[in-house]
């Protein structure tokens, strides 16, 4: 005979989390049901089911959205209000770049509600990325609505944003300023704080730091009975000339050097999105020894880079101007096994000689790297390195094979990180870390040297000879083991450091160590020259600035250290050392070659 029966079930459960930082919510459910069936084994039901559950929430206690695609956030430049936080785009690419203001792009649809009441003009709204990486909501980066096209048959807008970093660029410095001595960061802090606040309509409310860099900016040229000070300066503005803001940020992180880098997050209660611009002396970013780059990995494709014309470039001069007088510096860097290729480059941005130096050593160096891989595809969740771990600016390590090279475990600089969503792909743009060159840039204050090699310490780089002879020698050294050594034979002989640029009638120091053994001379045999050229590096002078009449041993000794004045005609200048046809036997070593400009 049929039977029905009626039961009440009731269950409680706690959800696990796949990761903690990605937990689940606790959950609980319940429902009663009243079973009705022809049999004990057969039978319908009804029932009522009840459940409630708590949102994910992330590692920093912030709830985390349902899914984990990007987020595009728009908020008025003026009034800061947030406008729309989950705009629908397509074709969503974007870039976060090191010293430089980010990329983004997307098309977006009028129809879509999303936009509804928003009209995208230039400069009126920020654009904000924000997506979950490593179990926290993170702004990626933030743009400013620049210029954009709409599609004339469908309406499409194809908007692009540029970084807040950027914002500077175009704009006039309109300040009279002259400071003697001042920190490298302070041109930077002074050129945002006169952009937000001399301007009411130029706040965007972004904050730069740290203020101060522990590194100070001189004149261009010091006095202390050596050197002629002609530029009293470390910076000179001046409204008259509408300096372009940008440009010179940028000319001094080059020059100093220092990278900085766009910083933005939420505010402590999600109604605004803090903008910040980081500075780091002489660089930012961290050496990340613990995450793999590693080709068929998590590396999907990587672009070599490869010499091109362009690339191989053994000698470099630049050029650059400050009102009254023009500034150059040459490097050469010889490779023995190819021939001499000489790149000229001018700046107006360059205004010392020590600022043409660094930055001629810079565009030399970037020029003679290591093989390495300029661009390469990864996946963005692989383990090797999940996004999220590193960032623009740090150093990584690439490993894999590269054809005509072989086995390569480079390490590479992020110079870029770009996504392209529509595409599903992640790029990174690289440089080999020797393409960087973070040496400080000289202010001379009467004691530093030009010279590169000027100890000989391990080889003779840097130093030309007019014939042959000329020899390392590292049993031999002035303060430290390492000097160039000749044997005297009654004919001339010359060694020559590269020439420096120089300022009209500067006034320079010169010298260098030098010792004998068994010397036989018959007058000034031992020199160092001061050997002027003009601006084709055609010699023009040759000026004496030490002699002796060495005979039998002599031991180390100061050869010159007397001031020189720049002839005219003369725009350059390099340290010769000379052992005349007088000296016709013994053994000559010098070190420790001084030449301060």
Known sequence: MPSTASATYSFTGAATGVRPAAGHGAATYGWTAAAVGASPKTGTASGRYNWTGLRIVGDDGVYLPPDNRWRVIV???????????????????????????????????????????????????????????????????TGIVQPSDVDPNSGVLHLKAKGFAAYPKGLPWLEDLNWVANDAYEPVVEIWRHLQEDFPNGN??????????????LPGYGFDGDLLNLNFFATFVRAVDKLDCGDYIDALARDIPFDYLEQSE???DRTDIVKKIQLGYPRLGLIQETLAFVLNENVLAAKPHTETETDWISDIGVTGWFPGFEYSSTLANADPNRLRRYLDEATANIDSNERAAAWAHRRLARRQTPAYWEQITIDPNHPNAPMGTFD???????????P??????????????????????????????????????????GSS??????????????????????????????????????????????????????SDFQIFPMKVSVKCSGAVSSGDSLSVVAQF?????????????????????????????????????STHVALRLHVDSAMTAGQVWFDDAELTL
């Open 204 to 217: 965007l409310n972004v904050e730069v730091y740290p203020k101060t860099s522990g590194v100070e900016m």
């Open 266 to 268: 939420w505010n402590i």
């Open 404 to 445: 005509w090279v072989g086995h390569i475990r480079q390490y590479h600089k992020i110079i870029a990180i770009q996504f392209d969503v529509g595409k599903n792909t992640c790029q990174l743009q690289l440089m080999a870390e020797g393409a960087f060159n973070y040496d400080q840039i000289y202010y001379p204050d």
């Open 392 to 402: 623009v600016g740090d150093t990584i390590i690439v490993s894999g094979f590269m």
């Open 533 to 569: 050229y003009d601006d084709a590096l055609v010699p023009t002078q040759a000026v004496l600035v030490g002699a002796i009449n060495p005979s039998g041993t002599v031991p180390w000794r100061k050869l010159g250290g007397g001031s020189v004045l720049t002839p005219v005609g």
């Open 449 to 502: 040297n030009i010279i590169t090699n000027h100890a000989f310490d391990n080889n003779l780089s840097g130093w030309t000879a007019t014939g042959p002879g000329w020899a390392w020698d590292g049993s031999q050294g002035h303060d430290a083991l390492g000097s160039v050594t000749i044997t005297a034979d009654g004919t001339n002989h010359d060694l020559l450091t590269q020439p420096y640029g120089l």
């Open 75 to 141: 908020q008025e430049t003026r009034s800061g209000e947030i406008i729309a936080r989950d705009v629908i785009v397509k074709n969503l690419v974007v870039q976060r770049a090191l010293s430089a203001g980010c990329d983004i792009a997307f098309d977006v649809d009028f129809h879509d509600p999303s936009v509804a009441g928003i009209y995208f003009k230039p400069w009126q709204q920020y654009i904000h990325l924000e997506k979950v990486m490593l179990g926290k909501r993170r702004i990626w980066c």
